[in-house]
Structures are given as C-alpha cells and as structure tokens.
C-alpha cells in the first residue's frame, strides 16, 4: 500500500513540477538557449529530487573519470526509462540529446528542445535525415556540446535489449571523437509504462570510452557487449 501511495505521490508530483516549471520558465526561450537550458536543468533536479524524498530512490553515478574532462563527449547510452531522458541535463554542463524529430512538436517541453539545439531526427527520411543528424551533431561537437544518443532507438524493459541502430556507427566515424558507452538499471524503478516506483538506488555508470579507429563492425561489436553486459552486471546488482 505504501508504494501505492508513494507512487500515486511522484506523478502528481511530477505532472505539477513539469507544467509549472514549462510554464513559469516559458519567457527563458525569449532570452537565449543558456536560459532556457538553465529551466532544463531546474526541472531535471527538481524531478530526482521527488524520486530521493518521495519514491526513497537514490541515484549513483559511477565512472564519470571517463568523461573526457575539457572537451565534449559523444555518450552512447542503454535506454530503459523516462529517467534516462532527464539525467543528463543536471549531469553535463552542455548536453545536447539526439531525439525524435516529433518530439519538438509537444506543448512546452518540445519547444524548450527546438530552443536548446537538441539534435531531432526524421526517422523517416533515411539517408538525408542520418546527414542532417551528422551535420547538426558536428555543429553541436564545434560548440563544445555533449551529445547522448540511445543507440537502440527506444525504451527496453530492464533485462530486455532492442536492435541497435547504425546511427551511433556514423556518429563514431563522421565526429572522429571516441564513444563513451554509459549502462544503467533505471528500468527497474522507473519502469516504461508502469505505474508503481520501487524504492532502491538507480545506477549509471558510464564506462572506458572506446577511442576513434575501429571499422563498423567492430565498434558496433564492441558498443553492444560493452553496454549490456555492464548493464546485466547493474541489474543483478540491484537484485
């Protein structure tokens, strides 16, 4: 019962937070990007801050000596939850994430991801859509910006994996940069889809970068089992 009501808590609290903080920030995407990152990033806080008080989940980053510490990052990172989408505007002090071009038509929350550069992409458009996604990411490396991508496109329930997409490979090879592979476990308290929020402690880790060099092949080889099997390795345990 008491998840229940903790539960029933955080997404009240969480719908309240986002519309007032969408809302009362709104004038930030008048004034610049910086401004309207900062609203971002208020509301990134504010929401782990509901999940630590309300829900009693912690959150633990680990391996965050594998940032390149004066440059920008290409993060290639495992998706299981809502949370993974939210973490790293408090986390990077530039991040930019590589989304669905759609996703800049919602109310407020996609109109602040048109006003701070995120990289939307037309998963329609096939080849010209994977050339404008490199030409904006190489503008956003320029800028000295972190980019995340979920190499599998979309959410997998904790335990499962997706295909992963060769968008990360062109990233890897177009940029020149090496590739942060990040694993986490956030799909066991924040499942997709689900209603209830286990108490426990939410994991990222982000993991030895993988240097520039490697043919497709082999980096989409080594992206894969870098990421899943740390992401086992959080899952058990949590368990």
């Not at 309207?36 to 009693?56: E, F, P």
């Not at 959150?59 to 790293?88: V, Y």
């Not at 108490?199 to 497709?216: C, D, E, H, K, V």
Request: aromatic content about 8%.
């Amino acid at each position: 019962m008491m998840l229940w009501l903790r539960s029933l808590g955080f997404n009240i609290y969480l719908y309240v937070v986002t519309a007032l903080v969408a809302v009362l920030g709104s004038p930030a995407m008048l004034i610049s990007e910086n401004a309207s990152l900062q609203v971002m990033r208020t509301w990134s806080r504010l929401v782990n801050a509901g999940l630590r008080h309300i829900c009693q989940i912690r959150i633990e980053i680990r391996g965050l000596e594998n940032l390149p510490p004066d440059q920008p990052a290409l993060i290639a990172c495992k998706h299981q939850s809502m949370w993974d989408t939210i973490i790293f505007l408090s986390l990077l002090p530039k991040p930019v994430y590589i989304l669905k071009k759609e996703l800049g038509l919602i109310p407020f929350f996609g109109w602040y991801t048109v006003r701070t550069g995120m990289v939307r992409v037309d998963r329609d458009g096939h080849a010209s859509a994977l050339k404008k996604m490199i030409a904006d990411s190489r503008r956003c490396i320029g800028a000295g910006k972190s980019l995340v991508i979920f190499p599998e496109g979309s959410r997998a329930p904790a335990g499962g994996r997706l295909d992963y997409k060769p968008g990360i490979a062109a990233l890897y090879h177009q940029l020149g940069v090496g590739c942060v592979p990040a694993a986490l476990n956030s799909g066991l308290f924040w499942p997709r889809r689900k209603f209830l929020r286990p108490p426990g402690t939410i994991i990222l880790q982000f993991l030895t970068p993988i240097a520039p060099g490697l043919n497709r092949r082999d980096f989409m080889t080594e992206i894969e089992t870098r990421i899943e099997s740390a992401t086992d390795r959080l899952l058990a345990e949590a368990a």
